[in-house]
């Protein structure tokens, strides 16, 4: 366990830019964005329509809320928070990509593999911990960013009732902030989970790649594809992967689709829970451990690009 | 006492070039052992090999373990640096020492952190923020606070300047080495090493063409520079190779009695160098 601390930790400090200042930078321009938005808006508003202001529609709406169903203020609240998912997950995706294309491929590249292989760590414990930042480190790095977003539209929230003559105790009562919170960080590790086989190909191709990782993982899946097409006149391999994404990012946001109790996916969605009842996610477990195996070995023998 | 490194029919061939065809050594604790060898005489892979970095053909023990399988194993006991410029360049100094600390069992880091405060190297800096000569610093600091049996130096001063190297090699033998811990070198470097050699060990084209303690070598090969007229008993003695210096003869010889080369000429004891590109001119 210590061992794999230390192993993230190093994952850490090389990554910290993709893993955490990426989303923090995001959310500080959000946050930015919500601040100029509200001071701003009477502005907006004056120009389009010289009726009323932002200023003078703002208790309109804080009147208009709290006269709501508590289960619609919750279902309000809850939308609003969980929304920002929306928006993170979508960037964690694509660091984890270039993480996992870059994990076992730069270090060979600048030779520092010569460094971190004179030291009494394996080729499995290394290979493990890279997995780990991706399914485990990164999302909780998100998770962390987008709690401090989410508190910070809370008081956002707050404020904007204090202008508008409530307390806003409402906004806090109906959050279940903890609930979200929780729902939150299952919902992204899960997806990730989901995605495990495809992490852990890309893990395997940068163990292997001799130059620009990114072609030797796509390459083979490429090549797959257009033979399947050719030979059977299908593309279920490639439909497989687009709906592993697609399920990655609806697992993610699942908690905004079942919060809306409307569709807004066009598959079927799971719950976070509902992943593990799903045969499909152990197998892709399986086809994970495969690759994760070839790249065990890969690193064992091969030090140069 | 047992030993560190034992090498028993070690090959290794890359399609059809043999880059190791059936080495044998040995090196004992206690040592200090030269590896020297032109470039792509096989010096490399017998140093992968022995780390674990490579697979290969043949016997070979470090420390009782075979390295292709027990690579992280090993690495408990034996510590390495080859060309600086390994280290990472994204590595904070700090950090570095943290995670040596954490997944070595027998790095001191108290030991770590005062070598370095001997050094002008900042602990919040990156290692591509510091110059090369400080990157080796930074590389031996950790090195030689890992009790480790084995050292292995792959070339570690390539690109230093004098200053450095001197220091490099002044710090380990005297921080270091002792009698229960060896040290494996290899550098094109070797006069400046010689002195600090025990034993000595010549690769060529794959094969180990010398391989004896320092002591013997010195007893074994002898330079006689020699006057016009006895130039033609030397050369009955059959010297390995012979040059001209100053209008005068310079012999090498190779187990040659002294009493005999003495009535030849004046006796030096040769330098490493000149014993190595004699063995190269050599078959």
Redesign the interface.
């Known amino acids: 366990m ?2 794999l ?3 993230l ?2 994952e850490y ?2 990554h910290k830019g993709a893993i955490f200042y990426t989303p923090a930078i995001m959310a500080a321009v959000f946050a930015g964005l919500m601040l100029i938005g509200s001071f701003s808006a009477d502005e907006f508003v004056v120009t389009h329509n010289n009726e009323y202001t932002f200023s003078d529609h703002l208790p309109k709406l804080v009147d208009k809320f709290e006269e709501l169903s508590g289960r619609e203020q919750k279902q309000g609240v809850q939308l609003a928070l969980y929304g920002t998912l929306v928006f993170f997950c979508g960037v964690m995706l694509l660091i984890s990509l270039f993480y996992c294309l870059g994990c076992l491929y730069d ?1 060979r590249k ?6 971190w ?7 499995t ?1 290394t290979v493990l911990s890279k997995f780990a930042t991706v399914c485990f480190l990164i999302p909780i790095s998100y998770f962390v960013v987008i709690t401090a977003f989410q508190i910070y539209m809370m008081i956002f929230l707050t404020v904007l009732a204090w202008i508008g003559g409530s307390w806003g105790t409402m906004i806090w009562a109906s959050s279940n902030l903890f609930g979200v919170m929780f729902n939150g960080l299952m919902a992204l590790i899960m997806g990730m989970l989901w995605l495990s086989p495809f992490w852990a190909w890309l893990i395997f191709a940068s163990s292997w790649a001799k130059k620009v990782a990114f072609m030797w993982a796509a390459l083979p899946i490429i090549m797959l594809t257009i033979a399947e097409g050719w030979i059977f006149k299908t593309n279920y391999f490639i439909e497989m992967i687009a709906m592993r994404g697609a399920n990655t990012f609806a697992i993610m946001n699942s908690n905004l689709h079942f919060t809306t109790h409307k569709e807004i996916f066009d598959i079927e969605v799971m719950r976070w829970y509902e992943v593990f009842g799903n045969s499909e996610f152990w197998i892709g477990l399986i086809v994970a451990g495969v690759f994760l195996a070839g790249a065990i070995y890969t690193r ?2 091969r ?1 140069e690009t | 006492m047992s030993a560190l490194i034992e090498a028993k029919g070690l090959s290794k061939s890359y399609g059809n070039h043999k880059a190791l065809d059936n080495v044998n050594f040995t090196v004992k604790r206690g040592r200090v052992v030269g590896l020297v060898g032109p470039n792509g005489a096989g010096k490399t892979t017998i140093l992968n090999a022995i780390l674990g970095l490579t697979s290969f053909d043949g016997d070979l023990t470090i420390l009782g373990l075979k390295p292709d399988q027990n690579r992280h194993q090993i690495m408990q006991k034996v510590s390495f640096i080859s060309d600086v410029a390994i280290l990472p360049k994204w590595l904070v100094v700090e950090n570095a020492i943290e995670y040596v600390n954490q997944v070595h069992p027998n790095f001191n880091k108290e030991k770590a952190l005062r070598f370095l405060s001997k050094t002008k190297i900042p602990m919040k800096a990156k290692v591509k923020a510091l110059s090369k000569g400080m990157v080796a610093q930074l590389h031996l600091a950790l090195v030689m606070a890992i009790d480790a049996e084995l050292l292995v130096l792959d070339e570690p001063t390539l690109g230093l300047d004098i200053l450095y190297r001197k220091n490099f090699y002044n710090q380990l033998l005297s921080d270091f080495f002792n009698e229960e811990r060896s040290i494996l070198v290899t550098t094109h470097q070797i006069e400046e090493i010689e002195n600090l050699l025990t034993d000595l060990i010549f690769v060529k084209d794959g094969k180990i063409i010398l391989n004896d303690s320092m002591q013997s070598v010195s007893e074994n090969y002898a330079e006689v520079m020699v006057g016009k007229e006895r130039v033609e008993a030397a050369k009955a003695l059959n010297p390995i190779i012979e040059r001209d210096v100053f209008g005068r003869k310079v012999f090498l010889f190779e187990g040659v009695d002294r009493e005999v080369l003495e009535a030849l000429g004046e006796i030096h004891s040769p330098s490493v160098a000149d014993i190595f590109v004699a063995k190269m001119e050599e078959v």
């Open positions: 210590n061992a601390t230390i192993l930790k190093r400090w090389e270090e600048d030779r520092s593999i010569l460094f292989k004179s030291m009494p760590v394996s080729d414990k064992s023998v030090n």
